[in-house]
């Protein structure tokens, strides 16, 4: 059973930093293009970032130049480690795994986890 893990949500003001980890079990993940996505209050899912097998990453307009995804195949884990924060990247971010690539839509990912809250405000 495919299982996904997100963590490091929280309250953080404008311009500030967080880590969110996904942590991943029930299929091979080293074999895997994984990804980030998220929904602000009353609004659709958002791509953020995906991460090939080969490391290779990709990113949302909105985010690029501000946030970085990394995976470490040996922990079964994927980071995404977010910098200037600003108040439109509040919402829930959930870790997804991939289903096609390239994957830079919702639709190419055909799991994800609970997710986890950001919250960006003064």
């Known amino acids: 059973e495919v299982q996904l893990v997100e963590s490091g949500g929280g309250l953080v003001q404008p311009g500030g930093s967080l880590r969110l980890a996904c942590a991943a079990s029930g299929f091979t993940f080293s074999l895997n293009a994984m990804g980030w996505i998220r929904q602000a209050p009353g609004k659709g899912l958002e791509w953020v970032s995906s991460?090939?097998?080969?490391?290779?990453?990709y990113y949302g307009d909105s985010v690029k130049g501000r946030f970085t995804v990394s995976r470490d195949d040996a922990k079964n884990t994927m980071y995404l480690q977010m910098n200037s924060l600003k108040p439109d990247d509040t919402g829930v971010y959930f870790c997804?795994?991939?289903?096609?690539?390239?994957?830079?839509?919702?639709?190419?990912?055909?799991?994800r986890g609970q997710g986890t809250q950001v919250t960006v405000s003064s």
């Open positions: 991460v090939w097998t080969g490391g290779s990453t």
């Open positions: 997804a795994l991939a289903r096609r690539w390239p994957a830079t839509t919702p639709e190419d990912f055909n799991y």
